[in-house]
T-cell receptor
Framework: DAGVTQSPTHLIKTRGQQVTLRCSPK?????VSWYQQALGQGPQFIFQ???????QRGNFPDRFSGHQFPNYSSELNVNALLLGDSALYLC????????????FGDGTRLSIL | EDQVTQSPEALRLQEGESSSLNCSYT??????LFWYRQDPGKGPEFLFT???AGEEKEKERLKATLTKKESFLHITAPKPEDSATYLC??????????????FGKGTLLTVNP
């Protein structure tokens, strides 16, 4: 049973560029959340998608946007990258119907030069 | 605003030396408190969900407990493979429209052989 998968595992970008990160949820899950984890910190909630709609958003600027596809996979897009966007980006999936806990992938390590 | 504070920030134990990690929280109605384990370069791995004060859950050498203001993760006779960062997170019960997890910064546990 495949868990949450994220791609790519590592990415290096320069300031001002844009990036797209991808996530496939665990089998049977229909809800995807994205978190940003800076070094030495706990994950911070960016937003959650359910039924292809953004259902809740954390305190992140509009440069952060997302999308969910009919097969429940999701993308996180970040525009106009800043040095402070360097972090581990985590995707978590869950099943709203079963009220299960969120299960995380291993993340994408994004470095901004 | 939901807040989670974990202590200590780091804990070093000898193999077999039992101890406890603390998670203090403030939330406007608790829907659930979650414990995760995170290994270096990996995403958080789900351990436990606690829903109400007085609840306890156990898994191998780990036992999680919950009061109205804090949760403890007790580690009995730890082994070197228990070394990891342990994260605590809360989900508020805001009329059924809150889905985000609010995390603490974590406790880095090192168990020496």
């Amino acid at each position: 049973d495949a868990g949450v998968t994220q791609s790519p595992t590592h990415l290096i970008k320069t300031r001002g560029q844009q990036v797209t990160l991808r996530c496939s949820p665990k089998s049977g899950h229909d809800t995807v959340s994205w978190y940003q984890q800076a070094l030495g910190q706990g994950p911070q909630f960016i937003f959650q998608y359910y039924e292809e709609e953004e259902r809740q958003r954390g305190n992140f600027p509009d440069r952060f946007s997302g999308h969910q596809f009919p097969n429940y996979s999701s993308e996180l897009n970040v525009n106009a990258l800043l040095l402070g966007d360097s972090a581990l980006y985590l995707c978590a999936s869950s099943s709203l119907y079963r009220d299960q806990p969120q299960h995380f992938g291993d993340g994408t390590r994004l470095s901004i030069l | 605003e939901d807040q989670v504070t974990q202590s200590p920030e780091a804990l070093r134990l000898q193999e077999g030396e039992s101890s406890s990690l603390n998670c203090s929280y403030t939330v406007s109605g608790l829907r659930g408190l979650f414990w995760y384990r995170q290994d270096p370069g990996k995403g958080p791995e789900f351990l436990f969900t606690l829903y109400s004060a007085g609840e306890e859950k156990e898994k191998e050498r780990l036992k999680a407990t919950l009061t109205k203001k804090e949760s403890f993760l007790h580690i009995t006779a730890p082994k070197p493979e228990d070394s990891a960062t342990y994260l605590c997170a809360v989900q508020a019960n805001s009329g059924g429209s809150n889905y985000k997890l609010t995390f603490g910064k974590g406790t880095l546990l090192t168990v020496n052989p």
